[in-house]
């Protein structure tokens, strides 16, 4: 059954905040596997590396075939095989930690490709991807809550048990309200035309992602050697997520009237600070105020862009925004362990912070790509 796109927004976005858990918990997952004594500092990054290698080949395969639809049937296959993948990952050994996690991370990516095609479906796509957003970063930012509360990061075994309620809680809950939406353009999206200003915007994406993924899959283990205990630098990401949350939420309702604002510029500087501030300081209070200008600069400029991709280039920009995305984040945390691994990592600081003003360059750039009009236009399927 095919439903509208403004009553399955809700229910995708449920789906979708579960399908991304595992990147937005990245930086406590490795800094339990650490203190816990399950990986090395240097090897942490691949656990991070598994799941969105797993969530990146399924969001290739899925475009590559032409699904412009999940069915509520495979939603819940998928949900199953999440679970599964969860219990796996805490059976003993590097092997099965790392094909867990991949496992899950291939169904989190159908998930989040569901949740992105009923936000490319909305006739306000900015607006539907700053709700989805939006939903994500709170359900993270209390998740991450609940595993303090729960004692979930005194050992990985207590944090998958914690896990598995809170996805189970998420899944189900949104299985109930979610309705499949058909793409505004079709489920083949008719003629594609393939502009250059999509790959460019694209291109733009992935390096956005690259560098901040691999910042923040890091930034709680960074801050415990700067002295900053892990119980403070875990607080400050869940309340920072909650927050950025909340913010997306409340902006959302800003971006039906102007979708223009903030601009490219006031947001590329927030988060370009932000990012030194994160990786830095040495103060708590800092700590989180330099997560939460992070997150939601991040995530802000993310809907931006991934708005203007859907908008201009048909379904085709739609299908291929989250193997991007997830193609940038999968490689994001290795490059920065293998940094780290190095002793370069203020390089990596270096390139996050230019990742981050990178769409301010590109904005100008993509509007006089735009204008020199489709390269060429797929054949009908």
């Not at 797993?54 to 639809?69: D, E």
């Not at 949740?115 to 607006?127: D, E, Q």
Request: aromatic residues 8%.
């Amino acid at each position: 059954m095919i439903d509208r796109p403004g009553s399955s927004l809700i229910g995708a976005s449920i789906l979708s905040a579960a399908g991304s858990l595992p990147l937005h918990l990245a930086p406590l997952i490795i800094a339990v596997l650490v203190i816990d004594g399950r990986t090395a500092v240097y090897d942490a990054g691949w656990i991070t590396t598994a799941t969105l290698l797993g969530q990146f080949g399924v969001a290739l395969f899925l475009p590559l075939f032409g699904v412009g639809v999940i069915a509520r049937t495979n939603a819940i296959a998928l949900a199953v095989m999440l679970l599964a993948g969860l219990l796996l990952s805490g059976s003993d050994g590097m092997s099965a930690l790392l094909l867990g996690w991949f496992v899950v991370g291939g169904c989190c990516g159908g998930l989040q490709y569901l949740g992105t095609l009923a936000a490319a479906a909305h006739p306000n796509p900015r607006f539907a991807y700053s709700v989805r957003l939006g939903v994500v970063l709170s359900l993270a930012g209390f998740v991450a809550g609940a595993l303090q509360w729960t004692a979930g990061l005194s050992a990985y075994r207590t944090m998958t048990a914690v896990l598995m309620i809170v996805f189970s809680t998420l899944l189900v809950i949104g299985l109930l309200l979610y309705r499949p939406v058909e793409s505004r353009d079709g489920r083949h999206g008719g003629k594609t035309e393939f502009r250059l200003a999509t790959y460019f915007g694209l291109a733009i994406l992935f390096v956005l992602f690259v560098g901040q993924s691999g910042l923040l899959a890091y930034a709680v283990q960074n801050a415990t050697e700067r002295g900053i205990g892990l119980k403070n630098a875990s607080w400050a990401l869940a309340a920072m997520k909650v927050a950025a949350g909340w913010t997306l939420l409340f902006l959302a309702r800003r971006v039906r009237r102007n979708d223009r604002n903030p601009s490219f510029a006031v947001l590329g500087t927030m988060l370009a600070v932000s990012d030194l501030v994160v990786a830095t300081t040495t103060n708590s209070l800092m700590f989180f105020l330099g997560l939460l200008g992070l997150e939601t600069g991040f995530n802000l400029i993310s809907a931006r862009l991934q708005a203007e991709v859907a908008r201009g280039t048909s379904f085709f920009g739609s299908q291929w925004l989250l193997a991007t995305m997830l193609f940038g984040a999968a490689s994001g945390p290795s490059l920065r362990g293998a940094t780290v691994g190095l002793d370069v990592g203020d390089a990596f600081v270096l390139f996050a912070m230019l990742s981050a003003v990178s769409p301010i360059i590109s904005a100008g750039m993509r509007s006089r790509l735009d204008e020199i009009g489709p390269r060429k236009k797929a054949p009908e399927d």
